[in-house]
């Protein structure tokens, strides 16, 4: 009796053969507007995809047709890899991503280069409700726990976050390039 692993490997052809051409096609006219995604890859990472997820199963399901599925998980794939690019375009303006991030060069305009007691200086100007959730969220703690201990809901935790980075990103962003000229 073979195992799991044993399966794919010996099944994995048939399923490259079969599945393929089917989604090949598709994920052409997917990529043919999105700029770096080659379709080949949004494939294989399906194939993949279908092999972890049904790697323990694959004698159970026999021949029950998969079109439906791999292309959902296709088209899913997709639209994570856009948004991802569109959080990456966004990340370049914004100098609270770092440069590994980016994976851009040493001159990357940073919170890098903010001293601790500028930032500090900064979330002391923070409005008193949102340096306070931003404090308790330094210290590690998750929205629930950050609401239940003042006594709000999750979303206004949420909210105050976004608000006080948004302005912590106002109050330090003149600093950012200071001494790199």
């Not at 590690?140 to 948004?166: C, H, S, T, W, Y």
């Amino acid at each position: 009796m073979t195992n799991a692993g044993e399966r794919v490997a010996l099944n994995y052809d048939h399923w490259q053969d079969k599945y393929y051409q089917l989604l090949l096609p598709i994920a052409e006219r997917l990529c043919r507007g999105a700029q770096g995604l080659d379709p080949k890859d949004l494939v294989q990472e399906t194939l993949l995809r279908f092999i972890k997820h049904f790697a323990g199963s694959l004698d159970d399901r026999g021949d029950e047709p998969m079109d439906g599925w791999l292309i959902a998980v296709m088209n899913r794939h997709f639209v994570d890899l856009q948004r991802s690019a569109m959080g990456r375009k966004r990340a370049e303006d914004d100098p609270t991503i770092t440069r590994w991030t980016l994976g851009q060069g040493e001159n990357t305009s940073t919170y890098e280069r903010i001293t601790p007691e500028r930032f500090d200086r900064a979330v002391d100007q923070l409005p008193q409700l949102q340096r306070v959730t931003f404090l308790l969220h330094v210290q590690g703690l998750g929205n629930q726990e950050i609401a239940r201990r003042l006594n709000i809901k999750p979303n206004a935790v949420a909210k105050r976050l976004f608000d006080a980075r948004q302005r912590l990103n106002e109050l330090l962003l003149p600093y950012v390039d200071e001494g790199t000229h």
